[in-house]
């Protein structure tokens, strides 16, 4: 990647975004924002799409970019949490890939539910083994639902506003007196990790691995805080489903939603992909550890393809392994989780599911 670079000219658009033209050497480039510290140009490809789209897929072209997040504390909405985990920023380059258009949705859930008669993890009761040292009346199918509190709680604790609900599942999301009435293009909800992957290879797909997920998601923007740049509401305007009021008890739906969104209710990013900041986390499939950018900066070199570590580890929860989660959800806020940043991760326990967790899919 960057030895063609040294070759063409390289065009620059806003953002910090290059574009490999196939030109003599020494033309001027175009000025851009200044990127943030630690951050490179993206270098994007043209790599051409092997053929028409997929349906509902977009083709992201692959290319070289700055991956991870600044330090967000400080800044305006900033939020509590100097995302650690996102850090050093690093480079890595990505093939080029077809991605889902938008979250997998209820309908397209059902479909291929219909096709296969695939059950859920949260539809099948857990064993004695699964959950050690539960009581067997405790073992029970069902989900985590979020469900506020009356009031202002401490936010040290995030079991006040999640509650274990029997019968809760993709088709109840909320619980078993819920259904799917009305909500066909909704993003599908209450899916473990092993549902995600059941319902890509059906589809003749894969989850995304967390660094194509992160440039699709940057839309050639270098540095930018966002998926759409700097301001969290350009000129006012509401750009993602998250949470507005007061974080956990009082959703005021400043962005017009409470919970939960239909899909591409918001504007699209520079690629044509929908929600890919907040609605709902989207399970990636890499394993998480805190420390692995950390060993990809180490190399001194780009990372070409990365796939995630080998096995997980989180100091939070040690001996309970996570797979990576991208995009942050309609729970986004600023006094609590800003993780609608474009660098900023989050990590899930593959066989656990609750209703602000989703996926999409991709496919080279």
Not at 53 to 76: K, L, N, Q, Y
Not at 132 to 154: H, K
């Amino acid at each position: 990647m960057r030895g063609p670079v040294g070759r063409s000219h390289a065009r620059m658009r806003p953002g910090g975004v290059v574009l490999l033209a196939l030109l003599p050497c020494g033309g001027a480039a175009a000025k851009s924002p200044p990127l943030v510290a630690g951050f490179a140009p993206t270098v994007e490809l043209r790599v051409r799409p092997p053929g028409p789209a997929p349906e509902g897929m977009v083709w992201i072209a692959g290319g070289e970019f700055s991956m991870g997040a600044a330090d967000p504390r400080g800044a305006t909405e900033g939020g509590p949490d100097g995302f650690s985990d996102a850090r050093p920023i690093h480079r890595v380059r990505v093939d080029a890939f077809w991605m889902d258009r938008t979250e997998v949705t209820n309908a397209q859930f059902a479909a291929f539910v219909r096709a296969t008669g695939y059950v859920t993890v949260a539809e099948r009761a857990p064993t004695a083994a699964e959950v050690p040292g539960a009581a067997p009346g405790d073992l029970v199918a069902g989900s985590a639902v979020f469900t506020p509190p009356n009031g202002p709680v401490p936010l040290s604790n995030s079991y006040r506003w999640w509650r274990y609900v029997p019968g809760a599942s993709w088709r109840h999301p909320f619980g078993p007196a819920s259904d799917l009435g009305g909500r066909d293009e909704y993003p599908v909800v209450q899916v473990a990790y092993a549902d995600a992957e059941a319902y890509a290879a059906w589809a003749h797909k894969r989850l995304p691995t967390e660094a194509e997920f992160e440039f699709a998601a940057r839309g050639g923007l270098a540095g930018r805080k966002y998926a759409w740049g700097d301001e969290l509401r350009p000129q006012g305007r509401f750009m993602a489903n998250t949470f507005q009021g007061h974080f956990p008890d009082h959703d005021s739906r400043g962005d017009g939603w409470g919970g939960l969104a239909p899909v591409a209710k918001y504007p699209p990013n520079r690629y044509g992909l929908y929600d890919v900041a907040g609605n709902v986390w989207e399970w990636c499939s890499d394993w998480y550890r805190p420390d692995y950018y950390a060993l990809l900066a180490s190399l001194g070199q780009v990372a070409p393809n990365p796939v995630g570590p080998s096995d997980s580890a989180d100091p939070a929860e040690p001996g309970v392994p996570k797979r990576v989660q991208r995009g942050g959800s309609f729970l986004c806020s600023s006094q609590f989780c800003t993780r609608y940043v474009v660098g900023a991760r989050g990590r899930g326990e593959p066989s656990s599911s609750t209703n602000h967790v989703g996926f999409r899919c991709v496919r080279r």
